[in-house]
């Protein structure tokens, strides 16, 4: 069965740089969440979409945003990245209340 | 969802030992769902409850949703090196965040 795809896997940058990270959530599932998990951090909720509108909103820095495409992918976009930034990128989807299927990560070191 | 607390933070056990992990909140939830992460992976979904007083039970897991609605436990009979991870109760609600809190990490020693 599809899963949540991530790409990239691993992103390594330079400090003030930008990056963009997409999500693929699992076909037919009508919310896409964003999450950063620091080392032996636990997830730290970014972001959420429900039906491509952005639905609720967490930790998320003014230098990060996010969208959710018309055919249901999502990229989050950082810019001026910095050395804290340097973490593990979930995406997560889900249908209704069932459920989150959480992709394998897109891991980001900002050197 | 609602924040829930969950204790306790970090749990070591000998292989073979019980171990059980307990959710609260102040108020009632909708729903509790349970999530495992391994070290080094994503988190992976066990299990959701909905019923006042529900019990579900996976093998050597038995999870439970209290009468009231504002506590759950996870309970783990004779642990395996291969339940190590962290282990995450959070309330679910419907295109909000899905927030997790600190989880219990456990750690399983042969």
């Known amino acids: 069965a599809a899963g949540v795809i991530q790409s990239p896997r691993h992103l390594i940058k330079e400090k003030r740089e930008t990056a963009t990270l997409k999500c693929y959530p699992i076909p037919r599932h009508d919310t896409v969440y964003w999450y950063q998990q620091g080392p032996g951090q636990d997830p730290q909720f970014l972001i959420s979409?429900?039906?491509?509108?952005?639905?609720d909103k967490g930790s998320i820095p003014d230098r990060f945003s996010a969208q959710q495409f018309s055919d249901y992918h999502s990229e989050l976009n950082m810019s001026s990245l910095e050395l804290g930034d340097s973490a593990l990128y979930f995406c997560?989807?889900?249908?209704?209340?069932?459920?989150?299927?959480f992709g394998q990560g897109t891991r980001l070191t900002v050197v | 969802g609602q924040q829930v607390m969950q204790i306790p933070q970090y749990q070591h056990v000998q292989e073979g030992e019980d171990f059980t992990t307990y959710c609260n909140s102040s108020?009632?939830?909708?729903?509790i769902q349970w999530y495992k992460q391994r070290p080094g992976g994503h988190p992976v979904f066990l299990i959701q409850l909905v019923k006042s007083g529900e019990v579900k039970k996976q093998k050597r897991l038995t999870f439970q949703f209290g009468e009231a609605k504002k506590n759950s436990s996870l309970h783990i009979t004779a642990t395996q090196t291969t339940d190590v991870g962290t282990y995450f109760c959070?309330?679910?609600?419907?295109?909000?965040?899905?927030?997790f809190g600190k989880g219990t990490s456990l750690l399983v020693t042969p």
């Open positions: 979409f429900y039906e491509k509108m952005q639905s």
């Open positions: 997560a989807s889900s249908s209704s209340n069932s459920e989150a299927f």
């Open positions: 959070l309330n679910s609600n419907s295109g909000y965040a899905l927030n």
């Open positions: 108020t009632t939830l909708s729903n």
